[in-house]
Structure formats: C-alpha cells, structure tokens
C-alpha cells in the first residue's frame, strides 16, 4: 500500500471519529438542556432529589446539581426559567424563520460571543423581575409554586371542567322537571312516568297502526269514493289520543268550552290557533275540538315519524314544506279547499315550538287562509304543556290533570278585517288567557 493511500485512509478516519465525537457531545447536550425542559412540572420540580438542568450559567456543569426547595430562590428562578424557555422555543418553531432560539444559544457549551451573553443575562433578569409583584411600596411577592401548571394542563382542565359543568347544569335541570329518578339519553330526558307514557303510547299504537292499515287498504279498494272528506281516520286518530291522554291522566282542563258548543249548532267551518310551547299541545287542541272532523297543517318532516306520519297522510291532513316556495301555495290551496267544505282547521301560527315557552310572533298562512274563505278564528291559550313535557324531554315527564288547561275564547270573524289585524287580534285574545311565564317580555 502506497503511502499516499495511507494518508487518505488515516485522513478519512480521523475525520469519522471527530464526527462521532462531535454528534455524541451534540446529543448529550440536547438532552440535557432542551429535552429535560418540556417536562419540568410543578410536581417533578417539587419531588427530592430530582435532578434538573438551568440554562447554564457561563459555561457550568449542572448535570448533578440537585433539586433545591420550593421556598427556594434558585427553584423560583429555574421554574420562571423553564417557562421563558418552552415559550421561546414555541414561538421559534411556530415563526417561519429557521434561526435557532437564543435561549439555546445563550446556553451553549462552546463559542459564547458577547451577544449570546446578554441575552443570557436579559432571562435572568426578566426571571429575577417575574420572581416578584411589585405593591408599590418596594416590597416584592414572590410566586407561589402552585401557579407553576404548564399553559396546555390548565387548557386541558377548564374544557373538562367546561364539560362537566355543562352535564351537571342539564342533569339539575332535567331533576327540577321530572323529579330525582329522572335521567337522560341521547333520545331525550326519561323517568319512571315517562317510560310508562312511551309504552302505553306504543302499545295502543300498534293498534292504531292496524287500523290505519286497514283505512288505507278501504280507500284503495275504493278508489275513495266513500269518505271523501276522510272523516273515519280522523275518528281513529281520536281515539288513540284520547285512550292515551285518559289512561296516563293527562287530559287537559278546559275553559269556556260552552263557547265551541253554541259555535257549532253554526254548521260553520273555522280556523283553530293556539300558542306552541310542546308536543303535548296536538293532543291537547284535538281533545279540545272533540269528535269533529279535523285537519292539522302541520311541517312536512313530520311525515317521517312512525305511525304519526302515516296518521296524517292517511287523514289527508296539510302539509307545508317551508323550503318550497310551490308547496307553501299549494298548502294554502289545499286548507282553503277544507273550509270551503266545511271542515275545521288548526294550525299553531308561530311555526315553531317556543322553547322559553313565551309566545313569539306569528306567521300569516292561516290567517290568509280564513280571510280569504270567509271563516272565523278560534283562539285558544294553551297553559303549561311545556311543564307537562318540557322539550329536552322523550315523553311527558308528569301527568297534565291539575297542571295543563285550554283556555277557549270567542271566535273573531274575519270579515271587515284585513290579514293583520286578524292576527293581531288573535294573537291578543291567546296572550290574555296565559300566565305572566308564558306571555312575551315585549
């Protein structure tokens, strides 16, 4: 071997060795200044005899220093220390800009020059500064080792708090309701009362079903030539809510009904409204107009509810699909056609439940509808359904006998009247008969 070729050799392994030298102090460095950092706590910093590592000071060794007390000046200033650092080195990583932080260069083993001295010097000072809370009177306070949570574990414990608040304040709300064995699912808030209603409703259900069935199955084989008006689903209808209401005690007070009796020797259709609050007021207002022959304009999405879907389609009820700008015209078409032969009306001309259970302002499609027939507007005030089932709840959480009423008031003609002051008018008549809780603030 030529001694040119020995050179090259030697050469290349010198060069090998200082690499590795070199990328092992490297290493052990890191680990030492920046990877010790992010897991200093305010329980590992408190724990005897931990070490620990401070940016160093002026190139010393404190690979063995030990962990002092927490009254101590050294550990106030390694923990305001540790936090400078991880905040510098986040918003290093974040920036777009690749320079190293100066916290890491400040503590560096090798090749301190003057301004890497300095900004050593400036943490040291804004730690000595943070150590204490000036009063004014030169007195300094000093940081209490239990403010020493790191930025992302406090995050963390507000949203769980957050979070557990939230469930606490909804399972207090939901026992004000329904009482201590109350509980919620991700259907709605349940308690013993209301499973009782659920299975009630759904055992007498299948029965209503089965009947239905059979309507629909009547009226193909007759191509409806009997029942035009769809009186006999309407009846079945009927009698599941009452049988319902009756069974769970939940048949509603009524007052002034006398008023409905006289109206109808009239042989008169009318526009039934009242106040939305709950889905015990549908029961409530068919209990309300008794075994006549009836139509609910109701939203279309209720066409996909079980068995009540089929319920209002096969009774030809009227449907509004509030995004169709077409079906809303031919909604109107279809319940003026219904007054026009003699068949009763009731709608909720809010349009929505009200979930303050305060009255809100009142939409113009049913009273467009009488105006333009001629017919009259029953006004009813229903009480406290929103106590009987509240909205966050499945089923009724009580029984409505003693707590919900039907207030009746005298029907308002339409005729010398325009749209407006129709609904002016009966929203003012449904306002008077309700409770201070249940009346708008304005």
Same mark, same amino acid.
């Given at each position: 071997?030529?001694?040119?070729?020995?050179?090259?050799?030697?050469?290349?392994? $010198?060069?090998?060795?200082?690499? +590795? #030298?070199?990328?092992?102090?490297?290493?052990?460095?890191?680990?030492?200044?920046?990877?010790?950092?992010?897991? *200093?706590?305010?329980?590992?910093?408190?724990?005897?005899?931990?070490?620990?590592?401070?940016?160093?000071?002026?190139?010393?060794?404190?690979?063995?220093?030990?962990?002092?007390?927490?009254?101590?000046?050294?550990?106030?200033?390694?923990?305001?220390?540790?936090?400078?650092?991880?905040?510098?080195?986040?918003?290093?990583? +974040?920036?777009?800009?690749?320079?190293?932080?100066?916290?890491?260069?400040?503590?560096?083993?090798?090749?301190?020059?003057?301004?890497?001295?300095?900004?050593s010097e400036k943490i040291r000072e804004s730690s000595q500064e943070s150590l204490g809370d000036d009063d004014g009177n030169g007195d300094t306070?000093? +940081?209490d080792a239990s403010d020493s949570t790191p930025p992302q574990e406090i995050t963390e414990t507000v949203i769980v708090k957050s979070s557990s608040?939230?469930?606490?304040?909804?399972?207090?709300?939901?026992?004000?309701?329904?009482?201590?064995?109350?509980?919620?699912?991700?259907?709605?808030?349940?308690?013993?009362?209301?499973?009782?209603?659920?299975?009630?409703?759904?055992?007498?259900?299948?029965?209503?079903?089965?009947?239905?069935?059979?309507?629909?199955?009547?009226?193909?084989?007759?191509?409806?030539?009997?029942?035009?008006?769809?009186?006999?689903?309407? $009846?079945?209808?009927?009698?599941?809510?009452?049988?319902?209401?009756?069974?769970?005690?939940?048949?509603?007070?009524?007052?002034?009904?006398?008023?409905?009796?006289?109206?109808?020797?009239?042989?008169?259709?009318?526009?039934?409204?009242?106040?939305? @609050?709950?889905?015990?007021?549908?029961?409530?207002?068919?209990?309300?107009?008794?075994?006549?022959?009836?139509?609910?304009?109701?939203?279309?999405?209720?066409?996909?509810?079980?068995?009540?879907?089929?319920?209002?389609?096969?009774?030809? @009820?009227?449907?509004?699909?509030?995004?169709?700008?077409?079906?809303?015209?031919?909604?109107?078409?279809?319940?003026?056609?219904?007054?026009?032969?003699?068949?009763?009306?009731?709608?909720?001309?809010?349009?929505?439940?009200?979930?303050?259970?305060?009255?809100?302002?009142?939409? @113009?499609?049913?009273?467009?509808?009488?105006?333009?027939?001629?017919?009259?507007?029953?006004? *009813?005030?229903?009480?406290?359904?929103?106590?009987?089932?509240?909205?966050?709840?499945?089923?009724?959480?009580?029984?409505?006998?003693?707590?919900?009423?039907?207030?009746?008031?005298?029907?308002?003609?339409?005729?010398?009247? #325009?749209?407006?002051?129709?609904?002016?008018?009966?929203?003012?008549?449904?306002?008077?008969?309700?409770?201070?809780?249940?009346?708008?603030?304005?």
């Amino acid at each position: 071997m030529s001694a040119r070729m020995m050179i090259v050799i030697t050469n290349f392994i $010198f060069l090998l060795a200082v690499t +590795v #030298t070199d990328g092992f102090t490297a290493s052990v460095h890191k680990r030492h200044q920046i990877a010790a950092w992010p897991k *200093l706590s305010s329980r590992s910093i408190g724990r005897k005899g931990t070490s620990y590592a401070f940016p160093p000071k002026d190139g010393a060794d404190v690979s063995n220093t030990e962990m002092p007390g927490k009254g101590s000046d050294a550990f106030q200033r390694a923990l305001l220390e540790a936090r400078l650092t991880m905040e510098t080195r986040g918003k290093a990583n +974040v920036g777009s800009s690749t320079e190293t932080p100066k916290v890491q260069e400040a503590s560096s083993v090798s090749g301190h020059d003057h301004s890497d001295r300095n900004t050593s010097e400036k943490i040291r000072e804004s730690s000595q500064e943070s150590l204490g809370d000036d009063d004014g009177n030169g007195d300094t306070k000093k +940081v209490d080792a239990s403010d020493s949570t790191p930025p992302q574990e406090i995050t963390e414990t507000v949203i769980v708090k957050s979070s557990s608040d939230k469930k606490m304040e909804k399972r207090k709300q939901i026992r004000s309701e329904g009482g201590i064995f109350s509980f919620d699912t991700k259907f709605g808030a349940l308690n013993p009362f209301a499973i009782y209603y659920g299975l009630l409703s759904i055992a007498l259900g299948m029965i209503w079903f089965a009947a239905l069935s059979l309507c629909d199955i009547f009226y193909v084989l007759t191509g409806s030539r009997f029942d035009a008006l769809r009186r006999l689903p309407v $009846f079945i209808n009927h009698t599941w809510g009452t049988l319902l209401m009756r069974f769970s005690k939940s048949y509603p007070e009524m007052e002034n009904r006398d008023v409905l009796m006289d109206f109808y020797k009239q042989n008169r259709a009318a526009m039934f409204v009242a106040n939305h @609050n709950s889905w015990m007021d549908i029961p409530f207002m068919g209990a309300t107009i008794g075994w006549r022959n009836y139509k609910i304009v109701a939203k279309k999405e209720l066409e996909k509810v079980p068995i009540l879907g089929q319920a209002i389609k096969c009774a030809k @009820n009227v449907l509004v699909d509030r995004t169709n700008r077409r079906s809303q015209l031919f909604t109107l078409k279809s319940g003026m056609k219904w007054l026009k032969d003699g068949v009763h009306l009731c709608t909720f001309p809010e349009g929505t439940r009200s979930r303050s259970g305060r009255v809100m302002k009142f939409k @113009n499609g049913a009273f467009k509808m009488a105006h333009k027939v001629g017919a009259p507007v029953i006004p *009813l005030s229903i009480v406290a359904s929103g106590k009987v089932m509240p909205s966050s709840w499945l089923f009724p959480c009580r029984p409505s006998r003693g707590i919900a009423k039907v207030v009746v008031h005298e029907p308002i003609e339409s005729e010398g009247k #325009t749209e407006d002051e129709l609904a002016t008018a009966a929203r003012e008549a449904i306002i008077s008969g309700l409770p201070d809780d249940q009346r708008p603030k304005n």
